[in-house]
């Protein structure tokens, strides 16, 4: 058993705190005001070799590991969780591909977000299904050698920006979960609607849209596995994000507990800092305890993908765990600021606006633990 990084994980992830310390903290703040999105940051992530961590080397990408993108993925959210989150949605949108799509799919689809920086999203929710994912209304219906694609989908990030999605829609309402498939849609396709940018409390710089598909004709080669193995394609790729979107949260979590451990030792409150005072150490020990308990869940759910063992409990514990440690943090933050915290000006309320947003996606916390439930039940 060893719990240390190898010395290049190591220098990967050195090379992502400095570009999230260098690029991101210093403007997070302004784009989350504006609710700017980060495209010229993202590029430069991109050409460091920090985005599309999944592309396997022989489609072009860097052949990193679910454990070397987890430890990308921390560092970059240590800059701003917000960013992350887009940065993140390519991952998630071209898992299914990497996991599921053939040889030549991974090549036609995979290899031109080697060769140039692209976008892309994972389309899953909708308005009226988001937790009851096997209840989706999007309709796929045959039209010979194309689909014929329609319906809704909400809470898209990346959506406005996006050269490519991954719809998942379903041939058969009656079938369920069975009836799911997965499909490849190039953005610049007649027929897509794109919805107005939410409006959100947290992950501002992120962009966030519906999209409706009016009558959008895909390929049929564009069909990830078989018509109805797109429930599977999902799962398992969902049991891959989870690591990443935990280690967001433990990115977050770190700099909520690194700012309240600077601003304790230099705020002075009846005559010490107040670092001295035992109700202030008790919420920065909690902290640390609760950083280092998700991070060894994070990484052993990543480091099960790269075994190739199913980590569905453990990715499960890990998203909830960190997410939920992560509002904590962030909050109790807030708290050892005081008035202050809860300013704009400095930078905890953000941290604490931007955690809650990770304990709702990809899976809300309650939703983790019903998959923990059913694994332990089994």
């Known amino acids: 058993m060893e719990f240390e990084l190898s010395s290049e994980q190591k220098e990967i992830q050195e090379l992502a705190l400095k570009f999230a310390r260098n690029e991101m903290t210093p403007v997070s703040q302004q784009y989350d005001e504006e609710g700017k999105f980060p495209k010229e940051i993202f590029k430069k992530a991109w ?30 959210a240590y800059g701003c969780m917000g960013m992350n989150t887009s940065f993140m949605a390519n991952d998630l949108a071209l898992l299914p591909i990497v996991l599921g799509g053939s040889d030549e799919q991974k090549k036609k689809f995979l290899t031109p977000f080697t060769e140039e920086f692209r976008i892309a999203s994972f389309c899953l929710t909708e308005p009226g299904n988001g937790s009851d994912a096997a209840g989706i209304k999007t309709s796929l219906k045959d039209g010979g050698d194309h689909w014929i694609l329609n319906g809704e989908k909400m809470w898209i990030t990346n959506a406005g920006y996006a ?15 069975k009836g799911i498939t997965a499909v490849v849609v190039d953005a610049k396709t007649a027929g ?23 009558n959008v004709k895909v390929p049929k080669e564009n069909t990830l596995g078989k018509a109805g193995e797109g429930w599977a394609i999902a799962m398992n790729t969902l049991d891959h994000s989870r690591p990443l979107v935990a280690s967001s949260a433990l990115g977050g979590a770190q700099r909520a507990m690194e700012l309240s451990i600077n601003y304790s030792k230099e705020r002075i409150q009846f005559g010490v800092p107040i670092a001295k005072h035992q109700a202030v150490q008790f919420m920065i020990a909690e902290m ?61 309320e953000k941290l604490m606006r931007d955690a809650k947003l990770i304990q709702i996606y990809e899976g809300t916390s309650q939703i983790q633990r019903l998959v923990m439930a059913r694994e332990l039940l089994k």
């Open 47 to 76: 050409e460091l070799g920090l985005i599309n961590t999944c592309i396997p080397a022989e489609y072009g990408g860097t052949g990193f590991t679910a454990l070397d993108s987890v430890v990308i993925s921390e560092a970059l």
């Open 163 to 177: 050269d490519l999605f991954v719809v998942y829609a379903t041939i058969n309402p009656e079938l369920k979960h």
């Open 192 to 214: 897509i609607e794109m919805g107005k940018k939410e409006d959100k409390m947290g992950h501002r710089s992120s962009d966030t849209r519906g999209i409706r598909f009016n």
């Open 288 to 348: 640390g305890m609760k950083i280092e308990a998700a991070r060894l869940l994070t990484y052993k759910a990543a480091w099960m993908c790269d075994k190739g063992e199913k980590n569905s409990q453990i990715a499960s514990y890990a998203k909830a765990f960190a997410s939920d440690s992560c509002m904590q943090i962030t909050t109790d933050a807030v708290q050892i600021y005081g008035g202050y915290g809860y300013s704009k000006e400095y930078p905890v």
